[in-house]
């Protein structure tokens, strides 16, 4: 009787074990999933690779772009971010690009950026409600000048000169292009007004001044710029300035532009100093930038800016305080930007988000 009822315990416990055994082996599959999953994602957050828009090669957006993108990749082992850089069109072609998420974060000039503000605030009034602006500020970089550079041989002292001239006046939608549309405007020009009209990339038009296809070219860049040096020391050519009516002109379409100098040293002792305009070049997300990873961005710029001030002539007098300065920025600051300008206390208050 015992070896029996012996018999049948052993024969439920194997019947026991058999059940229990494949829904233990599949919460064991399912938890090795889970770990497997979550390491998954940590290495892609870990490798995560941000796309910065610039500009044309020859231009200054480029290496700036491609000094910042070296000091993200630096603390790459801190932030798991590497930065690749692209070359653009500039401004407008960044703004567009970093909001269909071809692009991750952009190089703009304030100016165009505050002109995107007020027309998606506009549109919003249009349809009775209200809009979110989708990209935000991360810090502001370094000025650019708007700079008309001419063939000395072609007698132009002013703006107003350039009427009957050659004058390239680049590609729709630059920065370039809308300046010089503005100044034509305040006089009632029309493109038939000049003697011939190009529409140049910013790599070809130092070598068309030289070549003495075009007259005047005009330029919305940092100083000192290569391809500036370029035309002012292979051919004859200057800079001149804008009148005070110009610079007003400029000035009442937009509250990010202010007076600035050209200095001459930029590019020579001999030179005399430029009266002209300018703004900054900022940078600028999308607003679902993650913060982790905008606060990465703006932390690698910083707690490097010695080395950042190295790596080009433009960016030598640089102040970190000013450019993380609210009133310098066009659009609402990115929470993680602001996070980091909270952190070193630059500020003394919390700038908008």
Same mark, same amino acid.
């Not at 012996?6 to 599949?26: D, H, I, N, Q, S």
């Not at 970089?141 to 006046?169: G, M, Q, T, W």
């Not at 001044?209 to 370029?230: F, M, Q, W």
């Given at each position: 009787?015992?070896?029996?009822?012996?018999?049948?315990?052993?024969?439920?416990?194997?019947?026991?074990?058999?059940?229990?055994?494949?829904?233990?082996?599949?919460?064991?599959?399912?938890?090795?999933?889970?770990?497997?999953?979550?390491?998954?994602?940590?290495?892609?957050?870990?490798?995560?690779?941000?796309?910065?828009?610039?500009?044309?090669?020859?231009?200054?957006?480029?290496?700036? +772009?491609?000094?910042?993108?070296?000091?993200?990749?630096?603390?790459?082992?801190?932030?798991?971010? #590497?930065?690749?850089?692209?070359?653009?069109?500039?401004?407008?072609?960044?703004?567009?690009?970093?909001?269909?998420?071809?692009?991750?974060?952009?190089?703009?000039?304030?100016?165009?950026?505050?002109?995107?503000?007020?027309?998606?605030?506009?549109?919003?009034?249009?349809?009775? =409600?209200?809009?979110?602006?989708?990209?935000?500020?991360?810090?502001?970089?370094?000025?650019?000048?708007?700079?008309?550079?001419?063939?000395?041989?072609?007698?132009?002292?002013?703006?107003? =000169?350039?009427?009957?001239?050659?004058?390239?006046?680049?590609?729709?939608?630059?920065?370039?292009?809308?300046?010089?549309?503005?100044?034509?405007?305040? #006089?009632?020009?029309?493109? $038939?007004?000049?003697?011939?009209?190009?529409?140049?990339?910013?790599?070809?038009?130092?070598?068309?001044?030289?070549?003495?296809?075009?007259?005047?070219?005009?330029?919305?860049?940092?100083?000192? $710029?290569?391809?500036?040096?370029?035309?002012?020391?292979?051919?004859?050519?200057?800079?001149?300035?804008?009148?005070?009516?110009?610079?007003?002109?400029?000035?009442?379409?937009?509250?990010?532009?202010?007076?600035?100098?050209?200095?001459? +040293?930029?590019? $020579? $002792?001999?030179?005399?100093?430029?009266?002209?305009?300018?703004?900054?070049?900022?940078?600028?997300?999308?607003? =679902?930038?993650?913060?982790?990873?905008?606060?990465?961005?703006?932390?690698?710029?910083?707690?490097?800016?010695?080395?950042?001030?190295?790596?080009?002539?433009?960016?030598?007098?640089?102040?970190?305080?000013?450019?993380?300065?609210?009133?310098?920025?066009?659009?609402?600051?990115?929470?993680?930007?602001?996070?980091?300008?909270?952190?070193?206390?630059?500020?003394?208050?919390?700038?908008?988000?």
């Amino acid at each position: 009787m015992l070896r029996r009822l012996l018999y049948f315990k052993r024969c439920w416990l194997l019947l026991f074990l058999a059940g229990m055994t494949p829904v233990y082996a599949e919460k064991q599959v399912i938890t090795n999933h889970v770990i497997a999953d979550k390491a998954s994602a940590s290495q892609i957050i870990r490798n995560q690779v941000i796309t910065l828009g610039t500009g044309g090669v020859t231009g200054l957006y480029y290496p700036t +772009g491609g000094a910042l993108c070296r000091l993200v990749n630096q603390a790459r082992q801190e932030y798991g971010i #590497r930065c690749a850089v692209r070359s653009t069109l500039g401004s407008m072609s960044n703004l567009e690009q970093v909001i269909n998420h071809e692009l991750d974060i952009g190089i703009a000039e304030a100016g165009q950026l505050y002109d995107f503000a007020k027309d998606t605030d506009k549109n919003a009034d249009n349809h009775g =409600d209200e809009l979110d602006q989708p990209l935000r500020t991360l810090t502001s970089l370094y000025p650019e000048y708007v700079s008309i550079l001419v063939r000395s041989d072609a007698h132009i002292n002013s703006f107003d =000169d350039l009427k009957h001239k050659r004058v390239n006046i680049g590609q729709s939608g630059t920065s370039q292009r809308l300046t010089i549309e503005l100044l034509m405007k305040a #006089r009632g020009w029309q493109l $038939s007004d000049f003697s011939g009209v190009s529409e140049l990339e910013p790599s070809e038009q130092a070598a068309a001044l030289c070549d003495n296809r075009i007259d005047a070219t005009l330029y919305v860049v940092g100083h000192p $710029s290569g391809t500036i040096k370029e035309a002012l020391r292979d051919c004859s050519s200057q800079l001149i300035g804008l009148s005070k009516h110009d610079r007003e002109t400029l000035i009442l379409q937009n509250p990010f532009y202010g007076e600035m100098t050209i200095s001459g +040293g930029f590019y $020579s $002792s001999d030179l005399t100093d430029v009266l002209t305009i300018g703004v900054n070049a900022t940078l600028f997300a999308r607003a =679902d930038l993650p913060d982790d990873v905008a606060y990465a961005v703006v932390k690698s710029l910083f707690e490097q800016f010695d080395n950042f001030k190295k790596l080009h002539p433009a960016f030598r007098f640089l102040n970190p305080q000013q450019m993380m300065q609210p009133t310098t920025l066009p659009l609402p600051i990115h929470p993680g930007a602001a996070k980091y300008f909270r952190e070193v206390k630059y500020l003394s208050q919390t700038p908008p988000e």
